[in-house]
Nanobody, 119 residues
Framework: QVHLVESGGGLVQSGGSLRLSCVASGRMFSINTMNWYRQAPGKQRDLVASITRVGITNYADSVKGRFTISRDNAKNTVYLQMNSLKPEDTAVYYC?????????????WGQGTQVTVSS
């Protein structure tokens, strides 16, 4: 079983920056697409950004130009650089990965990291 652990969340003022990291560990052959989602209180979990194994990226309209997703395949890690943060970016941010392992292909999630942007 592969586990994902997010880090880098915290409290930041509006206009500030944070960098989230998500590290995958466990038995796996490879990781395909990796995603960052977020969920604000009382709202659904929404896709923020995704990146394929070869580096093709996709962003939600609300974060384009402010957030950058990247990955280091050698370290099984995905990052989310968040700049020009706004109060509406406040949410729990979750990492998701499409894993290929000995038991087959499956999705796995991290436990989430809180991001709070004060106005």
């Amino acid at each position: 079983q592969v586990h994902l652990v997010e880090s880098g969340g915290g409290l930041v003022q509006s206009g500030g920056s944070l960098r989230l990291s998500c590290v995958a560990s466990g038995r796996m052959f490879s990781i395909n697409t990796m995603n960052w989602y977020r969920q604000a209180p009382g709202k659904q979990r929404d896709l923020v950004a995704s990146i394929t194994r070869v580096g093709i990226t996709n962003y939600a309209d609300s974060v384009k130009g402010r957030f950058t997703i990247s990955r280091d395949n050698a370290k099984n890690t995905v990052y989310l650089q968040m700049n020009s943060l706004k109060p509406e970016d406040t949410a729990v941010y979750y990492c998701d990965a499409a894993v290929v392992g000995p038991s087959g292909s499956y999705d796995t999630w991290g436990q989430g990291t809180q991001v709070t942007v004060s106005s």
